[in-house]
């Protein structure tokens, strides 16, 4: 089992509920957000000697919740503060930005780390098309063109031009390319039954990034498999990552506690009225089209409002001691098989001395007793499977 | 949008008679057909709104005879160069799709004068002999010729037409679709050269086109998204646009033009 960790590198200097969306920067403090960059980085870094296999960072954008509107800067960052640890960039969301520009950019990190980048090319959720500007009805031809596109660009040796529905380019080699070759491992999301068929298309890992429950994650799961020997190859752990908001504490009390109160902050304060935007969007656009019962809207405030203990028992998340961690950890591989795990660290305002020392638990206490769980006997961890990405060469 | 009529026409040459589809007014501008036959595919038919475009017939296709002597695309090369001369002053700018880009290719290495600039789409020839053998199976080209089948425009050919043109095929060695001379000598294309493929033809390799790149020194390869073999047909508008642009502009093709590029 490897092991990710994700740190949404929120804002936490406001109080307030229910601000809508997007919610006011007046309220920003810039001494505020320099001190808590200081400290995230601190953590984010903290995780290689805690012993994970990948830092995650993610894109975001006109929210609180994440302040990383571009998480290559902070993968940047942490390439410079670590030397082990892949850089897992969760990721570029492709529909939105230049495609070529997340090629290059993923390049850059790739070589600046030595060929410690995972790659996730990420569709992005329904209020970033607002953020950005873009017709959520192109969300999955923009997605799969610009994939199809930053492949190339990754792996043409000539240079070329390219003329599709959304983008048009015509004199294409980008300089660096990655140093894995043929380019670093691809991450993208399984959070709908279409997206988990795009991913196994494309061999990517798949992120379960949120799970709702253990049946949902074993549908995706189920359709990636299906699609993947469709397509004349067989999926194995290694193909699948599930992400879960994780507190650990010295006490079971202590970890609920702070879980609630940063998943009440999360939904309460930081995300402000974005499932107001999100409503906005899936009800006026093709957005989730040919997905049925995945992501409802609802979903979050069912996370919010439900008992830790009810969500631990569905799988949403992982709470309590290191004992504790372990075994849902080792009951979440039972029930899905996966390889790979995503650990949220920080939930809204989870002390950062909470998070810090949780991370220590997990070295300590958890990782030792969980890492041969869905690891195949002759991979080795943290390097590029040339030979999973089909579409590299194409 | 007037209507545009492709009509029939007949060359004699000294190599013999050679068939023709002619339409449009402007500066010349041959059209090579594919295996398929020559078909007025929207492309064309844009061609034909501001280029007075050539189609000949390679003899042998379309009930026409095959002419002595002429055996290999190279030959069917030097018979439009004549046709060049006596159509269209001596030169031309050449667009070929699959087979005419082969013969396309040909006529800019052994009469680099007649032709610029030069468009090769999907083009036919360089599959090398390690690869599978391409297959005529019907069911297996229809498959590999068309991203979107439902654009596949209706035949026109009857099956003698088509049961002729697979004969005539063979007759000129195409079934092999590689040329080792031809992949010898792309160095030598020596005019503006625009090479154009498919994102999911299966039938033309990658490498191909990627050599062609390399090797011809004034040449832009140019990847169309979702279009299989029969690119003219897959995906009409961008193709389309992508030959108007860069027969307009030539080298400037690279520069975006804005909203209003002023094409010609």
């Known amino acids: 089992m490897?092991?990710?960790?994700?740190?949404h590198m929120p804002y936490t200097g406001i109080d307030e509920a229910g601000l809508g969306w997007p919610i006011s920067n007046r309220r920003f403090d810039g001494q505020k957000a320099v001190d808590l960059?200081?400290?995230?980085?601190?953590?984010?870094?903290?995780?290689?000697?805690?012993?994970?296999?990948e830092i995650g960072s993610n894109e975001h954008h006109m929210s609180p919740f994440g302040m990383m509107p571009n998480p290559?800067?902070?993968?940047?960052?942490?390439?410079?503060?670590?030397?082990?640890?892949?850089i897992f960039q969760c990721g570029n969301l492709v529909p939105l930005i230049n495609p070529l520009r997340i090629a290059e950019e993923y390049a850059m990190l790739d070589v600046m780390s030595g060929g410690r980048v995972t790659a996730g090319l990420m569709r992005g959720i329904p209020h970033e098309y607002v953020a950005y500007n873009i017709p959520p009805d192109e969300s999955w031809g923009r997605m799969r063109e610009a994939v199809e596109l930053i492949l190339k660009a990754w792996t043409e040796p000539e240079p070329f031009g390219w003329e599709g529905e959304h983008f048009k380019f015509r004199a294409v080699a980008i300089w660096p390319k990655p140093v894995q070759i043929p380019h670093p491992p691809l991450v993208m999301s399984g959070g709908s039954q279409s997206s988990a068929r795009f991913a196994a298309e494309f061999r990517a890992i798949m992120g379960i990034l949120r799970v709702t429950d253990l049946g949902q994650a074993r549908e995706l799961i189920a359709i990636y498999r299906e699609q993947a020997r469709a397509d004349g190859w067989e999926a194995g752990p290694d193909r699948f990552m599930v992400g879960l908001p994780t507190a650990v504490g010295e006490t079971f009390a202590e970890a609920k506690r702070v879980m609630t109160e940063g998943t009440r902050y999360f939904f309460d304060v930081l995300q402000g009225g974005i499932n107001r935007a999100q409503q906005i969007v899936l009800r006026q656009t093709k957005f989730n089209a040919g997905d049925r019962n995945i992501r409802p809207l609802d979903r979050d405030q069912q996370m919010k409002v439900l008992p830790v203990e009810e969500r631990i028992e569905r799988g949403q998340i992982l709470c309590g001691t290191p004992d504790m961690i372990v075994d849902q950890i080792r009951r979440l591989h039972a029930e899905l098989g996966h390889g790979h795990m995503n650990l949220i660290v920080k939930i809204g305002n989870m002390p950062d001395d909470f998070v810090s020392r949780g991370m220590t638990l997990l070295r300590d206490h958890v990782f030792p007793h969980v890492r041969g769980l869905g690891e195949p006997a002759a991979k080795s961890p943290g390097q590029a499977r040339p030979q999973d990405q089909a579409h590299a060469s194409s | 949008m007037t209507e545009l009529s492709f009509q029939p026409g007949r060359a004699n040459l000294p190599a013999g008679s050679v068939d023709y589809a002619c339409a449009g007014e402007g500066p010349p501008l041959f059209y090579l057909h594919p295996a398929a036959g020559f078909r007025v595919t929207p492309p064309v038919e844009r061609l034909a709104r501001r280029f007075r475009v050539i189609a000949p017939v390679v003899p042998g296709f379309d009930g026409?005879?095959?002419?002595?002597?002429?055996?290999?695309?190279?030959g069917i090369a030097d018979v439009y160069a004549g046709l060049i001369d006596a159509l269209a002053g001596g030169r031309a700018a050449v667009v070929g799709q699959s087979l005419g880009a082969w013969v396309g290719a040909w006529l800019a290495i052994r009469h680099a004068a007649k032709v610029e600039p030069l468009i090769l789409a999907s083009p036919a020839g360089l599959r090398p002999p390690s690869m599978p053998p391409l297959s005529f199976d019907p069911a297996v080209m229809a498959r590999q010729l068309y991203s979107h089948p439902e654009r596949?425009?209706?035949?026109?050919?009857?099956?003698?037409?088509?049961?002729?043109?697979r004969k005539a095929l063979a007759h000129y060695g195409i079934g092999t679709a590689w040329d080792a001379e031809l992949d010898r000598r792309l160095g030598e294309i020596g005019c503006l050269t625009l090479v154009v493929h498919g994102t999911k033809d299966v039938r033309v390799p990658a490498e191909a086109v990627r050599k062609m790149r390399?090797?011809?020194?004034?040449?832009?390869?140019v990847y169309v998204h979702d279009a299989a073999h029969a690119i003219e047909s897959d995906q009409p508008e961008r193709v389309g646009a992508l030959y108007e642009d860069f027969l307009a502009r030539g080298e400037a093709f690279v520069v975006n033009a804005g909203r209003a590029p002023e094409v010609l």
């Open chain 2, 152 to 165: 596949r425009p209706p035949e026109t050919k009857t099956p003698e037409q088509l049961a002729a043109n």
């Open chain 2, 214 to 221: 390399r090797e011809i020194p004034h040449a832009h390869l």
């Open chain 2, 64 to 74: 026409t005879p095959l002419l002595n002597g002429i055996a290999t695309v190279a």
């Open chain 1, 2 to 7: 490897k092991f990710s960790q994700i740190h």
């Open chain 1, 37 to 53: 960059f200081r400290t995230y980085l601190e953590v984010k870094a903290q995780a290689e000697d805690c012993g994970f296999d």
């Open chain 1, 72 to 86: 290559n800067l902070i993968g940047a960052a942490l390439i410079e503060r670590t030397r082990r640890v892949r």
